[in-house]
C-alpha cells in the first residue's frame, strides 16, 4: 500500500522474499500494538483523529493483537513487516481512520519504539532469571555450608576453600551481570516515538504523553540521533555476552568436577545424556551446551557492533539486521539461565571426594610460609625455606605433615611444636578472616545477606 503513489512497477518477488523481515519481526506484535494504541491517543488529543476514531482504531488493534495471539492472524510476506501487517489489517477492517494511524510517525521511529519496549521487557525477564539461578547457587551453599575443598589456581591445588565460597563466587559475578542490566535499562527507557522519519513532522505530538502512556522515563531530544540510536541493542548484547561467559565458567568447573578423576559431583540423570554408541556414558550436555552457546553470544555482539560501523546518520536499511542477533541471544540466554537455575539444585555433590582432595597438605604451604612471618621472618625468605621443604617432603616421599619437627627445624629454627596445628583445614579457614576471606564466619555472613537480598524485591 505504501507504493501506490510513487511506484509505476510492482517490487520484484526476488527483492521483497529479500527484504521482508515480518517472519522474524511479528514477534514484536505486542508492543507495535501498545505503540500504536498511544500513538492514536496522542492525535486525538491534537484533533488529527476524533475521540470516535481512537476508539475504533483501539478496540480494532485489541482484536487484531487476540487474533495473533490464538494464532488465527494471517501475516503477509508481502506486506514487508510487522507494522505494515498490522497497519494493512486495521485499515482492511475500520477503513479510513485506519489510514490516519500512520499520520506524524514513521516506521524509523516505530521499530525503534518496538524495540526499546521489547529489550526493556526482556531485560526484566532476564532480570528475573538471574536471580532464580543465584537463588539455586545459594540454595546450594547453604546445603554444603560446611564443606571444605581444595581452590584452585592453574587447575593445581592452591588453598583450601569451602565449595560454598566458590557457590558465592558465582553470585556474585551473576550479581555484577543484573546490575549491568539495571545499567542498561537506563538508556533503554528512552521514548524515540515522535521522531518520524528523523525530523519529527509539522504535526507536533504530546510525547510527554505517550512516554506515559508506554511507561517511559524519559523523551529522546534529538530526531535523528533517536532514529539512529541502537546503543540499547549493543549494549544488551554486550550484558548477554557476559552473562554466557560467567555461565561457560561455571559450566566448564562442573564439566571438569564431574569428570571420575575429580568425582566431586555427579549431574542428575534427568540432566545428563547418553552416548548412542558406549553404554556406560553419562554426559554433561546441558552444560558443554551452554559453554558452546556463548560463543554464539558473542558472535551476535560482534554482528550488531559491525552492523553500526560507520553507518551514516539516521534510519538505513541495516538496521533491520539488529533484530534477529538480538532475538537469538535473549532465547539463548533465557533458556540457559532456566536449565541452569534446575539443574543446580539437582547436582548429587560427592562430600567425601571433597573433603579427601582439601586433606593435602600441600594446600597449607602457604599458611607455613606465614607462620614463619608471624615469628618474623620476612616473606620472601620464608617462601623459600616451604619450597625447600616441599622438595624435601617429596624426595623423601612423605607427605608435608609428616616431616618430623626435628627435621623442620633444620630448615628453619623457628618451626615449633604449634606447627602441626597448621595442617588442620578448619583452624586454617577460620584465620581468613579478612573481608572476602574464606572464614566460616564470613561464608555464613555472606549467605546471610545474599538470602536476605534475593528475597527482597530490589
Ligand atoms: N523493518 C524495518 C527495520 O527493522 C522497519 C523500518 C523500516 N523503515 C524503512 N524506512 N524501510 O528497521
Partial sequence: MMRKGRFDQPAAELAKRYSESVSFDRRLYDYDIAGSIAHASALARAGIITADERQKIENELRAIQK???????????????????????????????????????????????????????????????????????????????????????????????????????QIEAFERDADRLRDCLVRTDVLPLGSGALAGSIIALDREFIARELGFSRVSQNSVDAVSDRDFVCEFLFDLAMIGLHLSRLSEDLILWSTSEFGFLEFSDAFST???LMPQKSNPDMAELTRGKTGRLYGNLMSILTTMKALPSS?????????????????????????FAAMLPELKINRERMETAAKD??????????????????????H????????????????????????MQSFSPLFDVDVTKMFDIRLSLAERRAIGAPSPENIAAQIEHWREYLASDD
Fill in 67 to 169: 487474533e495473533i495471539e490464538s494464532g488465527k492472524f494471517e501475516w503477509d510476506r508481502s506486506l514487508e513487516d510487522v507494522h505494515m501487517n498490522i497497519e494493512a489489517a486495521l485499515t482492511k477492517r475500520i477503513g479510513a481512520s485506519g489510514g490516519k494511524l500512520h499520520t506524524a510517525r514513521s516506521r524509523n521511529d516505530q521499530i525503534a519504539l518496538d524495540l526499546r519496549l521489547y529489550v526493556k521487557a526482556e531485560n526484566a525477564k532476564l532480570s528475573a532469571g538471574l536471580r532464580l539461578l543465584q537463588s539455586a547457587l545459594l540454595g546450594l551453599a547453604e546445603q554444603h555450608v560446611d564443606l571444605v575443598m581444595p581452590g584452585y589456581t592453574h587447575l593445581r591445588r592452591a588453598q583450601p576453600i569451602l565449595f560454598a565460597h566458590y557457590l558465592l563466587a
Fill in 274 to 276: 547418553g552416548s548412542s
Fill in 315 to 339: 534510519y538505513n536499511r541495516d538496521l533491520q539486521e539488529d533484530k534477529e542477533v538480538l532475538f537469538d541471544s535473549v532465547d539463548t540466554v533465557r533458556a540457559a539461565l532456566g536449565v
Fill in 361 to 382: 597438605p600441600n594446600l597449607f604451604a602457604t599458611d607455613l610460609a606465614e607462620y614463619l612471618v608471624k615469628k618474623g621472618t620476612p616473606f620472601r625468605e620464608a
Fill in 384 to 407: 623459600e625455606i616451604i619450597g625447600k621443604l616441599v622438595v624435601h617432603a617429596a624426595h623423601t616421599s612423605l607427605p608435608l605433615d609428616q616431616v618430623p619437627l626435628s627435621k
